[in-house]
Nanobody, 118 residues
Framework: QVQLEESGGGLVQAGGSLRLSCAAS????????MGWYRQAPGKVRELVAT???????NYANSVKGRFTISRANAKNTVYLQMNSLKPEDTAVYYC????????????WGQGTQVTVSS
């Protein structure tokens, strides 16, 4: 069984920075992609940033130039550096992984709250 453990959320003022981490553990053969989604109150969950196993990245237009996704392969860990945070970035951020363990599966973390005050 694969588990995703997130850390790094919190409260920050507008213009500030936070760094989220997500570590995947368990039987992992290869990672197809890992990334971050977010869900604000009353809104649907949306993609923030993802990174493929080959290193390709994909960002939501709303975070381009402010957020950076990176990865530590040896640790099966993905990071999200969030700079120039805005109140509209406030949401629960979920780590996501599409990977091969014993079988292929898509996994989600429990979510970490990010709150940006104005």
């Amino acid at each position: 069984q694969v588990q995703l453990e997130e850390s790094g959320g919190g409260l920050v003022q507008a213009g500030g920075s936070l760094r989220l981490s997500c570590a995947a553990s368990g039987t992992i053969i290869s990672i197809i992609s890992m990334g971050w989604y977010r869900q604000a109150p009353g809104k649907v969950r949306e993609l923030v940033a993802t990174m493929s196993g080959g290193g390709g990245t994909n960002y939501a237009n709303s975070v381009k130039g402010r957020f950076t996704i990176s990865r530590a392969n040896a640790k099966n860990t993905v990071y999200l550096q969030m700079n120039s945070l805005k109140p509209e970035d406030t949401a629960v951020y979920y780590c996501n992984a599409d990977l091969y363990g014993r079988t292929r599966g898509v996994y989600w973390g429990q979510g970490t709250q990010v709150t940006v005050s104005s």
